[in-house]
T-cell receptor
Framework: GQNIDQPTEMTATEGAIVQINCTYQ??????LFWYQQHAGEAPTFLSY??LDGLEEKGRFSSFLSRSKGYSYLLLKELQMKDSASYLC??????????????WGAGTKLIIKP | DSGVTQTPKHLITATGQRVTLRCSPR?????VYWYQQSLDQGLQFLIQ???????AKGNILERFSAQQFPDLHSELNLSSLELGDSALYFC????????????????FGPGTRLTVL
């Protein structure tokens, strides 16, 4: 079956580093997305990984290990505006040439001064 | 601004009523997705259209229906509304709709907040 697990909530301090993990089980993996969603607002695209390794984008980095079914989002130099939910979504094949996005429940990140 | 537009921004209605939510995808995107997000809940995929045809169905109730028109805008119709239908409804769009092995990022509209009283 298809399953994505993320911690429900995490707390971190302004200026620090936090790592948000995502583990998944899918049959036809074809990439993993991270989105940021502030309360009451739309999800916004952060990163996409399809090959193993680390992708860095400014203060945010995303890592993927396909053999372990594991990804993480690393946020550095945390700012108060980083308080948001972070959604992990896996692109999974149904067995044909069509792919669907399977969404995790999201991790609510709370930044404290 | 993602380029995806949704109207209306807010909608307040009564139980038993019917409403229509509208979405216009980004220029060049052929696929539209509808999601429901209840308070403090995750995104629930409802339905996807690609170039006017239904591509995938998620947890969409029979009281809900959608369509995508020739100009690629989409409408989500919610009928016989219940209190539990109160939620944020998001539309997202992408280029290929998940076809093939291409990276196909979904970009989200600002959402419609539906309140059923």
């Amino acid at each position: 079956g298809q399953n994505i697990d993320q911690p429900t909530e995490m707390t971190a301090t302004e200026g620090a580093i936090v790592q948000i993990n995502c583990t998944y089980q899918t049959s036809g993996f074809n990439g993993l997305f991270w989105y940021q969603q502030h309360a009451g607002e739309a999800p916004t695209f952060l990163s996409y990984n399809v090959l193993d390794g680390l992708e860095e984008k400014g203060r945010f980095s995303s890592f993927l290990s396909r053999s372990k079914g594991y990804s993480y989002l690393l946020l550095k130099e945390l700012q108060m505006k980083d308080s948001a939910s972070y959604l992990c979504a896996v692109r999974d094949s149904n067995g044909d040439s069509n792919y669907q996005l399977i969404w995790g429940a999201g991790t609510k990140l709370i930044i404290k001064p | 601004d993602s380029g995806v537009t949704q109207t209306p921004k807010h909608l307040i209605t009564a139980t038993g009523q019917r409403v229509t939510l509208r979405c216009s995808p980004r220029s060049g995107d052929l696929s539209v997705y509808w999601y429901q997000q209840s308070l403090d809940q995750g995104l629930q995929f409802l339905i996807q259209y690609y170039n006017g045809e239904e591509r995938a169905k998620g947890n969409i109730l029979e009281r809900f229906s959608a369509q995508q028109f020739p100009d690629l805008h989409s409408e989500l119709n919610l009928s016989s509304l219940e209190l539990g239908d109160s939620a944020l409804y998001f539309c997202a769009s992408s280029v290929t709709g998940g076809r093939g092995g291409f990276t196909d990022t979904q970009y989200f509209g600002p959402g419609t907040r539906l309140t059923v009283l």
